[in-house]
């Protein structure tokens, strides 16, 4: 709570935008408690933040929790930062019970994840994981034309620590951004991949005569078809079970007129599924719809893929630990997809990872409403806790 | 062809707007011809020209034929300039063979028709009729600030000729702007009446959700009841006949994100039948589908009529008064009902009234292609001199 008062929001939100000076104030509260702790504190070259307790054994890699502190404009108190908060959360924990871990366990805060201020998100954990090129992103700008490069400069977040190290694992903490978990009562969501998704932008064209002397028959109406492939889609999505997933959205047409028949129909398809081969297999099956109905009612058609994120399925060793963690400390969990991108997807790239989801109220998320109980954000760094001692092959010392 | 040269256009269509100063210079090419002929030039307060050549009775009630000489910014050559420039090729034939009618012959231009430049299509006529207030026609105002008032008199197009004279009767000429006539190689098209019209915004609104995490059947997406309404519209539609006609158009939908699940999506729909009746229960029909369909999704619905212009069925006489032309001079003809709007539509509030269509290229109108053969030209001008002969009593005198 402490931390939503940074960037705090009339309707109870929070506002820290990535490299903003409330994203900067958000990062001093938080080194304010890991330094009055004495956890030692490091940053790579685009910002990413870890603060470290070491571990016993001086060559094991450490584990990692984390996620990120950054918000949309009008962003809710917990995606982010209950990843981070609940990391530190174990970290102290750890130390007040002066328990020995094997390898260093450290607290990971990602640069801009959101993406909202500077158009990539997951910027910082894809530059750690290599799949973004450092230069791309310190060259992103905002719509008042500042560099990510010159804000990293400006805030002195660049540090040497190396980008994409060895990782014995990475453990993210979140919120699910569902409604799943509330709907089942599960406590916990133990997350075994993200779900890939295609956003496609689809424009179906036809001829733009007058609505009233023009027979029904003599038209070639790009609606004809937006009503087949729509009805489709949802046919199409409900045929692949319960992760397959389609949105129609961002509808428009051209001209307007209220009486002239449209010559173009354009909107926007983001279809989702947590399998490589299903998810092309939908994107077959719409393209296939799209042509024969066009075809049909003597329509053009024409679709772009303006974004690929390929499905992310995560370490079968990190997921039972976060499966045994919430047996052993008797939750109720289900195994869960996560339906959106994470800092988790790029670092599992790169390590071993996996994520522990808890539910939110009504699966609001991007949101100034985001709530969860005490009682449940307890519950997941509890969860969190397990895994990563286990991970971090631990030793009580007393 | 000489017409089109005024406001002349580089793709070959003319641009002569309401009130403009190429419309004044259309009119004036106009009155060269009609005062070269000798025939008397009047007009009314809201700048309608009307050419005049005396009948043989002098309590005799004009007989009328006309239509408008404004144009759409990218309109073509034919559409309104055919039917005045059709009815000056009468008034000079009549001329030529030295022809007596009992009621004078008269050729109508109404002002602003077209609705483009001032937004009130069919004003002129509207005003003559009483279906507008003088007053509202003169404060409409263009993009500039203009107003109808200022350019009347600018123009000197203000005259002392009564609004709303009793005529014998009014006739029409015009180009189909469909393509029936063309598709069933009829020549002419004896209009009976003009579709009633009704144009409905509709607005769905859903639940806005993050199109990852949220499962289909957790949501209230507005696009389900979209494909459903689309698709019952047109089935709708399909079982009212050739007549009926439905055209959904300007889709927009919010937010802008292909990732969040529309909150609303909002469209147009123009429904169209000869019958006010059929129109009513379209509208009925399309409702009712509406309601069941958002309701089965969860969402809400909302519509709002924004233009509501009753069936017109002119007058039976007038009527047949074309179709016995057409058929006097062997012409393959049809009876029709204009999907458009036209200045006869006003007229035929107060006199006896009726249109000849002739075919156009492709059925092309409100577009700078817009064509007709000059075959065409004549069979239509021809069937409508007949026409109006007979209605003004003719006696040849030689």
């Known amino acids: 709570m402490a931390m939503a008062e940074v960037g705090a929001t009339a309707a109870g939100g929070s506002n820290r935008q990535a490299l903003s000076d409330d994203d900067a104030d958000g990062r001093a509260l938080f080194l ?39 918000t949309q404009p009008t962003g809710g108190r917990f995606d982010g930062v209950y990843g981070v908060l609940g990391g530190f959360e174990v970290l102290e924990t750890i130390d007040d019970h002066g328990v020995s871990t094997t390898a260093p366990v450290e607290v990971a805060v990602w640069t801009n994840e959101e993406g909202s201020r500077f158009p990539l998100s997951m910027m910082g954990s894809a530059v750690w994981a290599g799949a973004v090129d450092l230069d791309v992103a310190r060259a992103l700008v905002d ?48 997350v075994t991949g993200v779900q890939g998704f295609r956003w496609l932008t689809v424009t179906i064209t036809g001829d733009p005569v007058h609505a009233g002397p023009t027979p029904m028959d003599a038209r070639h109406d790009p609606a004809r078809p937006l009503a087949e492939v729509l009805d489709g889609l949802y046919r199409i999505t409900a045929e692949r079970g319960p992760w397959a997933r389609a949105t129609p959205a961002q509808f428009r047409s ?74 052993a400390t008797g939750r109720a969990h289900e195994r869960i997809v996560s339906g959106a991108g994470h800092d988790a997807c790029y670092v599992a790239g790169l390590v071993p990872a996996a994520m ?34 286990a991970l971090a092959h631990t030793s009580e010392d007393r």
């Open 143 to 190: 719509v008042d034309g500042i560099t990510v490069g010159a804000d990293l400069d400006r805030l002195g977040w660049a540090g040497d620590l190396p980008l994409g190290r060895t990782l014995t694992g990475y453990l993210e903490l979140h919120i699910e951004q569902g409604p799943v978990l509330e709907a089942s009562g599960s406590e916990i969501g133990v």
């Open 254 to 327: 051209e001209p307007v007129s209220p009486n002239t028949v449209p010559s173009t129909i354009r909107f926007s398809v983001d279809i989702r599924h947590p399998d490589a081969d299903v998810l092309d297999g939908m994107d077959r099956a719409f393209r296939d719809l799209l042509a024969t109905s066009a075809d049909r009612h003597g329509c053009q058609w024409e679709i772009s893929v303006d974004n690929d994120s390929p499905p992310v399925v995560f370490d079968p060793g990190c997921v039972e630990a976060v499966e045994a963690s919430a047996a």
């Open 32 to 70: 304010s408690w890991a330094e009055a702790r004495g956890f030692s504190v490091s940053t790579d070259a685009v910002g990413n933040l870890f603060v470290r307790r070491e571990g016993t054994d001086p060559d094991a890699a450490p584990v990692v929790l984390g996620s990120h502190l950054d």
């Open 356 to 389: 522990v989801f808890v539910p939110c109220r009504d699966g609001l998320s991007h949101n100034e409403s985001e709530s969860i109980q005490p009682a449940q954000a307890e519950v997941g760094a509890e969860v969190l806790l397990h895994a990563a001692l």
